[in-house]
């Protein structure tokens, strides 16, 4: 199944007896809300996704990290509202790497949406290649979808798998015993967040013990395009992957490390997200938090 489309073929697919549904879900750490960007221009026909409380559920305690995963009604609700038909194609995108749109992404595959695609570039690939944007809301006539619910049904998790608190504590004493472990643990933060030289948000600074820096970064070009499969194969590599043991990124709080595990999936690892991320496993004080490289 596709994972990425040019500004290109959406246009042409948008023009289909089929389109595709789209989704934008813009939003920033500083800005989390980008409605009023979304109605200032947009893809036509594009719905605006509220990533903070569609994509999100800050109904739980604050140990469950920054950006819990939304439950199971509140993400069916939310599909229900941008109007997404079983069977149908679905296009994601933001405009800022893709980094939130990610997060859609990751949440819709995980509840059985087979075919999603990520806009390749974001909305600036849009803008570059001089396709048409319009303003105003969008609001689809709501549909009656049925997500899959990962806690009950069995779904497809490929590219969607997740572990909780107490499998990636067990991960970090196994290699940061240099123990074999059955993972690698990549930390997709900035450079200076790993090392715990600055950190603006969470209770502690540092990284969870045994993880090795990748930050997201990385994964795309200058045009916010993503590298080809055989450069981000090559950049986890260098950073201890391999194809015996799935990959498991962490962020922050979880909508980051989204693109990450979407870059290990285009380069054909095992792609597992860790959710709860480092404001998760910082707000648990029993839980050491190692500095420097």
Do not use: K
Not at 40 to 57: Q, R, T
Not at 94 to 123: F, K, Q, S, Y
Not at 155 to 164: L, M, Q, R
Not at 262 to 278: E, I, M, R, W
């Amino acid at each position: 199944m596709q994972t990425l489309i040019t500004a290109d073929e959406l246009h042409s697919l948008l023009g289909s007896a089929e389109p595709p549904h789209v989704l934008d879900v813009r939003w920033r750490l500083d800005q989390p809300d980008g409605s009023a960007d979304h109605r200032a221009g947009h893809i036509p026909g594009a719905v605006y996704v509220d990533l903070d409380h569609e994509l999100s559920d800050h109904g739980r305690p604050a140990v469950a990290g920054r950006h819990p995963l939304p439950r199971h009604e509140t993400l069916q609700q939310a599909a229900r509202r941008w109007g997404l038909l079983p069977g149908r194609t679905v296009v994601v995108h933001d405009d800022l790497r893709n980094l939130a749109a990610a997060r859609a992404w990751w949440l819709l595959r995980r509840a059985g949406v087979r075919d999603v695609r990520v806009l390749d570039g974001a909305l600036e690939a849009w803008r570059r290649a001089g396709l048409p944007l319009e303003e105003g809301d969008v609001r689809p006539e709501p549909s009656t979808i049925r997500l899959q619910d990962p806690q009950r049904d069995v779904t497809d998790t490929a590219a969607a798998a997740a572990v909780d608190l107490e499998s990636v504590r067990d991960l970090s004493s196994r290699l940061s015993q240099g123990l074999p472990a059955d993972a690698v643990l990549l930390d997709v933060r900035a450079p200076e967040r790993f090392r715990g030289e600055h950190e603006p948000i969470d209770p502690r600074a540092g990284h969870i013990p045994g993880a090795r820096n990748l930050p997201t970064a990385g994964n795309v070009d200058a045009a916010g395009r993503f590298l080809t499969p055989q450069a981000l194969r090559e950049r986890l590599l260098a950073a201890g992957a391999d194809d015996h043991r799935p990959v498991v990124s962490y962020c922050g709080s979880g909508v980051n490390a989204a693109h990450a595990t979407l870059a290990a999936h285009l380069a054909g690892f095992d792609a597992v997200l860790y959710p709860g991320s480092f404001s998760q496993w910082s707000q648990h004080a029993e839980l050491e938090v190692a500095v420097g490289e």
